[in-house]
């Protein structure tokens, strides 16, 4: 938003000329909005109160007919490969993440509602430098909290999953284990193309469905990994998480036709 506000100084001068001219206030700010909103769209910039775009279906009419192809042990094999040539980097970003969870778990009522607003953009951290290293790009700290200018539509992504994926598992369960691993691209399509929450939990869905069952295993596989390295007295989980993070973005990565650009292919 910063950088729009710098480069549309006309919309500033409107806003003054407006002020001076005695007229209200809200004027100039409703000019200002729609010129960066403008702006915005056109570069592909997000800010984090964007509430995100409506990508065209056609996009991804192909997918309807045409079931995706999860290869898991490719998907393993690779976000492990990332982790290992980066260590440094998703090492330090775990040690934040888990801090801001310990920091959660402190906190009652209205306070720990603001942790965990924040949750869904910090872990898309572990998104952000995977798509960053596939564009071929180097990967820099700063990177990880990317996720912050994607704020309102992860949230409000992660808001709605968690309520109808709670409602399903009251419905007899397995409801809510279906909506659970089929929900499980709305991130990437929300960063990837800068959708809106609602049609990125479609498109997720509409797309896993097809193959539901590799993703239900590849989801098992995930949630083994994070166990086992839960087992070591937590601190496995330094390592599992941003490898099973990593292993996520990359099947969705290869799924979509994107190949991590930085791993050689064996």
Known sequence: MISAWINLSPLKNIFKKELNEGLPAHYGLRTL???????????????????????????????????VQLDIQRALREGWELFRNNPSEFLGFTLVCFAAWLVGLLFDGGSSIIFSSIAAPLYSGYTMAVFRIAKGESLEFSDFFKGFNYLLPLFLASLACTLFVSFGLMLFILPGIYLAVSYMFTTFFIIDYKMNFWQAMETSRTIITRSWFSFFAFAIVLFIINVAGAFLFGIGMIVSAPVTACAAAV???NCMGVQISSIDEE
């Open 251 to 253: 099947a969705y990565r």
């Open 33 to 67: 909005g729609q010129g960066i909103a403008t702006y915005n769209k056109q570069k592909r910039v997000m800010a984090a109160f964007d509430f995100g775009t409506t990508v065209p279906p056609e996009q991804f009419s192909h997918f309807r007919h045409h079931p």
